[in-house]
């Protein structure tokens, strides 16, 4: 766990790093915070606290790391970090909503790319959520719903199977 937590606190030095400026008046290329070296730590720092069950702070270092991606403008990057996020607060106790929040930002840059299957696949993965941690089953039944016509749309006839 130190090991993790020193990720988080050189991640976050890495963001709060000043612009060097010439003359106080122009700031120097490669100066300032560092998105792309302080996701990779986040994204170290969820790996070592998912490995030890501490899901809620996985999750929270996962989407930390989506942001810096964000700022780099990689948004498919931080698209799949919001996913693993989503992951993470599943199996968090009480997080399964904000779990549903990050899997509809993923799929709204995955929608953008045309990836529908993916898209599919995250709605499928919202309908369980659905169905069997908060047991709304009109939500369910909606997700699992657009989930078959992503992966109709996709020319994939045998995975609307799977949401019936």
Same mark, same amino acid.
């Given at each position: ?36 070296? =302080?996701?990779? +730590?986040? /994204?170290? @720092? &969820?790996?070592?606290? *998912?490995?030890? $069950?501490?899901?809620?702070? %996985? ?19 931080? =698209?799949?970090? +919001?996913? /693993?996020? @989503? &992951?993470?607060?599943? *199996?968090?106790? $009480?997080?399964?909503?904000? %779990? ?26 919202? @309908? ?11 939500? %369910? ?24």
């Amino acid at each position: 766990m130190d090991e993790a937590e020193k990720a988080l606190k050189e991640a976050e030095r890495l963001l709060n790093t000043r612009p060097s400026s010439f003359l106080g008046f122009f700031s120097m290329p490669g100066s300032g915070p560092d998105y792309h070296e =302080a996701a990779e +730590k986040y /994204t170290i @720092a &969820g790996n070592l606290f *998912k490995s030890v $069950g501490e899901w809620q702070r %996985a999750g929270s270092a996962y989407l930390r790391a989506s942001e810096c991606c964000e700022r780099e403008e990689l948004p498919e990057e931080a =698209a799949r970090k +919001k996913m /693993t996020a @989503a &992951g993470c607060f599943r *199996k968090a106790p $009480g997080l399964a909503e904000e %779990a549903i929040n990050l899997f509809t930002d993923a799929n709204s840059v995955y929608i953008r790319s045309g990836r529908f299957a993916m898209v599919g696949a995250n709605e499928k993965e919202m @309908a369980d959520i659905c169905e069997r941690d908060l047991h709304d089953l009109e939500r %369910a039944a909606d997700y699992y719903g657009k989930a078959a016509e992503r992966y109709l749309a996709e020319n994939s006839p045998a995975y609307p199977f799977y949401c019936n």
